[in-house]
């Protein structure tokens, strides 16, 4: 993916000297990536994104699953190389605005068998997920941990379906999202009647949204445009109670943990993805 | 400087009126409606010229605060309408009864009859929460489908039944909660950027522009009239075509992040059956062929042909070098090519099927923004089979095209007599409106020659660029910007590098 060069140089340099101490298994410094708190959904980003999901190339972020190991030049970024880019299965949980990537740390070792990807708009919060990435990894190395586990850079509310083909997932969540107060700018959630027609688009049927967040109104305003959405229905508690992802959710994510210890309310909602049905 | 506006949109089409076959050629320049009937010379503007002078000379008074309600609820007889907002878009009905149109600064959805006396009637002018982009009808005319800007379709009826548009209609569910719309309706600015040239009445109004959306942000009224969101992107949206495919209704939507979406129609509009991935800058227009195949343009160098149902491209069109080739042809072009072709662009503004009794040959016609010439294109499954450039006299504004007979096509077309050929801004030294409206014919060969058939209804429709914009009292000095911004802006929507706000260190 293409970055500012002085970014990209400053994280060469970080990794070279994390490689250079022989400690390449040490956690990033969450302090030497954090950014302000909001990015524009709506404006032009310079982002990196495939035309469509199989322009995507999957390998480099899971390369225990690339479908040919390829002999990795260094610069990814040569045109058009013979490089393979597939992966044996593709991924099947998305974890939307991903922030630091706890809920995603958490996750791999659960479901160690399905690739699951954080997603996330923040430049340098993504490097950090990242840099955590390759770090787990090579703390876990004997045991092949955390190769399920990636990151992007994504702004998910225009670009989910150049990452995703049609019903890909079979969970996607959306963790404490920023709540976006002000009535105009209502379109900026990243829940939105209309926009839950590409979160039905990239889940299969019987795929789950999972929604957490500490502010109650916009609970009920996730809970109200997916419930009116026809390709969704609400999970019933008793059956949300029982989904493990809810308790990993409430306790992992880093928004989770502040709002535990600052004892705030945390609502959870799980919507079922439903078949489509027949043409009209 | 005497100069009219160009028309900035144009549709001819066919119809039969009491047993008679007649051709009909509608122009929309800047706030106004002309309509021509091809061979008597016979038509008419709206609105009516008395009104248009009456308003215009009387006095901005309109002091009361934008966010107040001035009784103005849309009903769908209003047939003596005023109007100070330029169309964007036109669109006919499929049984050519009615034609849809937008105005965009006041973000109306209108719809016109034009009976057999050739008068031009508004039964319809519903004020959208957000400046529609596109707009089409489903296949069985019942239903207006506009997308707007700010990336979301709504389902409008067509015909507002007598009960709609009153103060206490019950909006749907999918709307009432959704981000509340404004209500522009309340407010309209006393003129339009192109009737005001005084520096400081121009201030003036746009500031009461200004004031009036600060105003209608704030409220929280629903719209007065039946409409359904369908569905959204997170883009702008630039085109919408509505398809029948055996039974099956489809909407296609295109947008400004490269995307072409196809859904299904409604009722179930909110299922995305797919995605026409391939382009790399912004989508424009959408253009359904004969065959059924889907032709997309905008800021790529291609224009790519679709088997959209199965998401498959078929082949590409290089729209960009039929641009090259052609400026280069002509001397008084040659100088506008940058010496670094790889760095020359084009914004497809619009792609037109060329009806053809051949199915499996497809014919198009394509226009760039700023460029004198309307290209045609024969293709098919395999690729480019034919390729013609049609020299204009000034860049390409619109163009319609009607079949004559089951070989013969006739196109019409509108041309910028305001700026110089090849430039977007740069005025001429002399007003040509005398070739503002060129046709052109083509028969069975595909070959395309300027034609003579439809210059009665030319000519009278460019009489009435002078004389209806004389009695809007549009006839001094008319702002070239204003212009410039009414009839170009495509090549803006490309995205420009290093724009990103993230990466500023
Ligand atoms: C309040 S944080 C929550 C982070 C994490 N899910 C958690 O629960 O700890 C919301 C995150 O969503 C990200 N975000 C907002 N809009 C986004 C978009 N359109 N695409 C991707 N990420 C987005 C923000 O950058 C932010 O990191």
């Known amino acids: ?280 | 400087m005497n100069m009219a506006l160009p028309f900035q949109c144009l549709k001819a089409y066919r119809r039969s009126v009491k047993g008679k076959e007649e051709t009909l050629l509608i122009g929309a320049s800047g706030s106004r409606l002309v309509v021509v009937e091809s061979s008597s010379g016979q038509g008419s503007t709206w609105p009516a010229e008395e009104e248009a002078s009456k308003e215009t000379e009387a006095p901005a008074e309109d002091e009361e605060r934008p966010g107040k309600r001035i009784k103005l609820t849309p009903t769908n007889t209003n047939d003596s309408n005023s109007n100070k907002s330029n169309f964007s878009c036109l669109a006919l009905s499929n049984d050519q009864q009615y034609i849809v149109a937008i105005t965009g600064e006041d973000k109306c959805v209108r719809v016109f009859h034009i009976d057999s006396d050739y008068r031009i009637h508004q039964l319809s002018q519903r004020p959208m929460a957000r400046r529609p982009c596109a707009i089409t009808l489903t296949s069985d005319d019942s239903t207006i489908l506009c997308a707007d800007k700010f990336g979301d379709v709504y389902a409008l009826p067509l015909l507002m039944s007598p009960d709609d548009g009153v103060q206490d209609q019950e909006v749907p569910p999918t709307t009432s909660t959704a981000e509340q719309p404004e209500t522009p309706v309340e407010f309209k600015p006393s003129a339009s950027v192109l009737t005001v040239h005084s520096g400081r009445n121009r201030k003036v109004l746009e500031e009461q522009i200004r004031q009036a959306s600060l105003g209608q942000r704030k409220s929280k009224e629903p719209l007065k009239f039946k409409h359904e969101l369908l569905l959204g992107h997170v883009s702008m949206l630039t085109d919408i075509v509505y398809a029948n495919v055996n039974g099956r209704g489809y909407i296609v939507t295109s947008d400004r992040d490269e995307h072409v979406r196809v859904s299904r129609a409604p009722p179930q509009a909110h299922i995305i059956e797919g995605f026409c991935h391939g382009h790399e800058e912004f989508v424009n227009r959408l253009c359904l062929v004969s065959s059924g195949r889907l032709v997309s343009g905008g800021g790529d160098a291609q224009l790519f042909v679709w088997d959209w149902l199965n998401y498959r491209l078929l082949t590409t069109i290089d729209v960009r070098d039929a641009v090259l080739r052609f400026l280069k042809s002509q001397a008084e072009l040659s100088s506008i090519v940058p010496a670094n072709e790889e760095g020359f662009k084009v914004a497809v503004t619009g792609i037109w099927n060329v009806p053809r009794s051949d199915a499996q040959r497809d014919e198009i016609l394509v226009t760039c923004e700023g460029v004198p010439a309307i290209f045609h294109f024969g293709f098919d499954e395999a690729g480019k089979k034919h390729e013609q450039a049609i020299p204009l006299n000034g860049n390409a504004i619109d163009v319609t095209v009607i079949q004559q007979s089951p070989d013969s096509c006739v196109a019409v077309a509108s041309v910028d007599y305001v700026h110089k050929p090849g430039s977007l801004k740069d005025p001429r030294e002399q007003k040509q409106d005398d070739q503002a409206i060129p046709t052109f014919t083509s028969g069975p060969d595909g070959q395309w020659q300027a034609d003579s058939t439809l210059d009665t209804a030319a000519g009278f429709l460019t009489k009435q660029l002078s004389t209806a914009v004389g009695a809007a009292g549009l006839a001094g000095e008319v702002d070239l910007k204003a212009i410039q911004g009414l009839l170009y802006g495509t090549a803006n929507l490309r995205k420009q590098p290093g724009t990103d706000p993230d990466q500023v260190a």
């Open chain 1, 1 to 280: 993916m293409a970055g500012e060069p002085a970014k990209r140089q400053k994280r060469e340099e970080y990794k070279k000297s994390l490689n250079a101490d022989e400690s390449n298994a040490a956690l990033p410094k969450k302090k030497f990536y954090r950014q302000r708190a909001h990015a524009n959904p709506f404006s032009d980003h310079s982002l990196a994104y495939p035309k469509s999901p199989s322009d995507m190339d999957w390998a480099s972020h899971y390369p225990a699953y690339a479908v040919k190991q390829p002999q990795e030049k260094d610069e990814a970024e040569s045109h058009d190389s013979e490089k393979a880019i597939a992966i044996t299965q593709p991924v099947e949980i998305a974890d939307i605005g991903c922030g630091f990537g706890g809920l995603l740390f958490a996750l791999a070792p659960r479901f160690p068998t399905s690739l699951i990807l954080g997603m996330e708009i923040r430049t340098s919060v993504t490097e950090y997920v990242q840099e955590k990435v390759r770090a787990l990894r090579a703390q876990n190395s004997a045991t092949s941990g955390f190769q399920n586990a990636a990151c992007i850079r994504a702004n998910t509310m225009k670009f989910l379906p150049n990452f995703f083909a049609k019903g890909q997932l079979a969970k996607i969540f959306l963790c404490f999202p920023d709540p976006h107060f002000k009535q105009r700018k209502h379109k900026a959630r990243i829940v939105s009647y209309t926009l839950n027609s590409e979160y039905a688009y990239v889940l299969k049927p019987g795929g789950i949204v999972y929604t957490i967040t500490d502010v109650e109104d916009l609970h009920k305003w996730m809970v109200e445009h997916l419930e009116k959405h026809p390709s969704f229905e609400r999970v019933r508690e008793e059956e949300q109670e029982k989904d493990e992802c809810v308790e990993i959710m409430r306790t992992e994510t880093e928004e989770g943990k502040k709002v535990e210890r600052n004892k705030g309310m945390k609502y959870v909602a799980l919507f079922r993805r439903l078949e489509d049905p027949a043409w009209p």
